[in-house]
């Protein structure tokens, strides 16, 4: 059985920072394309960054130099370190793993940036 299964998230003031981990289970990580994306209610959800098999990255113009998507093979992780926090951060973020059969999407974790 494959999961993805989020944590990290939490209350923030602007301008701190969190780091999202995406455990995986059933897939290897490193096979996979591993993306984060976020969600707000009322809105679609958006990629926020992606980190591919072969360990290449690209981020949403938003939060490209604040957050950045790292992956540990040895753990089976990917990781979204998030600087510089802004209240537009605010939403639930999920974990996506993709490979040429299968999507897998983890629970999300909410992350709230507020003074």
């Known amino acids: 059985q494959v999961q993805l299964v989020e944590s990290g998230g939490g209350l923030v003031q602007p301008g701190g920072s969190l780091r999202l981990s995406c455990v995986a289970s059933?897939?290897?990580?490193?096979?996979?394309?591993i993306s984060w994306y976020r969600q707000v209610p009322g809105k679609q959800r958006e990629s926020v960054a992606t980190?591919?098999?072969?360990?290449?990255?690209n981020y949403v113009d938003s939060v490209k130099g604040r957050f950045t998507v790292s992956r540990d093979n040895a753990k089976n992780t990917v990781y979204l370190q998030m600087n510089s926090l802004k209240p537009e951060d605010t939403a639930v973020y999920y974990c996506?793993?993709?490979?040429?059969?299968?999507?897998?999407w983890g629970q999300g974790t909410q992350v709230t940036v507020s003074s």
């Open positions: 996506k793993g993709v490979n040429l059969w299968s999507i897998y």
């Open positions: 059933g897939i290897t990580v490193s096979v996979y394309s």
């Open positions: 980190i591919t098999k072969t360990g290449s990255t």
